[in-house]
């Protein structure tokens, strides 16, 4: 009789003399439907081979199910102790945190303070950055600023935009902070120099030379 399954692909399907769910790659619709434990003892006159076979089949495919029950069971029994233990610990650091109070003298405790601290630590290193990244933007508008409005080395008394120092507006607020302006350069530089990040523009003369020469 032929069968309904599909042609040329692998399906998992019950043989017609064991029962069991096996593998089959049909080429016609008229192949048997028999896996390969079984086709030895096909016909009459094997019963009781095929009697046989079938109990080693079955002994077989149950073992392999007990094998799988045993290994599903102890993964879940791992698993529900990983999980008791988990929620274990964050009921203790819960009611730690809830009271207030982290006693370092417990391994919750203790656990939770490096958190803390490492917690402290970031945030600090974070505002470390921000900071800095705040005064190298302020510091670079100075260092633009100072480019146009410095005192005249060729003209006492007078700034290189060509007015006075006094009447120079942009040359009294530097002056308050020219100081502080270019020891932020030097130390800029010197981060530069050692290939480490700086807060230097790009058109600043020494950028451009680090550039070229790499």
């Known amino acids: 009789m032929p069968h309904q399954h599909p042609l040329h692909a692998d399906v998992d399907v019950p043989c017609l003399c064991c029962g069991s769910v096996q593998r089959f790659r049909f080429a016609s619709a008229s192949d048997q439907v028999v896996c390969g434990h079984c086709r030895s003892h096909l016909g009459a006159d094997r019963a009781e081979q095929r009697d046989r076979e079938h109990i080693a089949i079955w002994r077989g495919i149950l073992e ?113 902070v020219r100081q502080e302006m270019l020891d932020w350069e030097r130390r800029n530089l010197e981060l530069l120099r050692a290939g480490k990040r700086h807060g230097l523009p790009p058109e600043h003369p020494e950028v451009g030379s680090a550039a070229g020469a790499r």
Not at 112 to 127: H, I
Not at 141 to 150: D, E, P, S, T, V
């Open 64 to 176: 392999v199910h007990d094998r799988a029950a045993r290994d599903a069971a102890e993964a879940a029994a791992a698993a529900a102790s990983e999980a008791a233990e988990l929620t274990a610990r964050l009921t203790a650091e819960r009611d730690q945190l809830r009271s207030g109070a982290l006693d370092g003298a417990t391994e919750v405790g203790a656990a939770l303070q490096d958190q803390l601290r490492d917690d402290r630590v970031r945030r600090a290193e974070r505002a470390t950055q921000l900071t800095s990244r705040r005064v190298d933007t302020a510091m670079v508008a100075l260092w633009r600023l100072q480019a146009f409005h410095h005192p005249d080395a060729r003209k006492t008394g007078s700034c290189t935009c060509g007015r006075s120092l006094p009447a120079c507006g942009e040359s009294r607020i530097l002056e308050g």
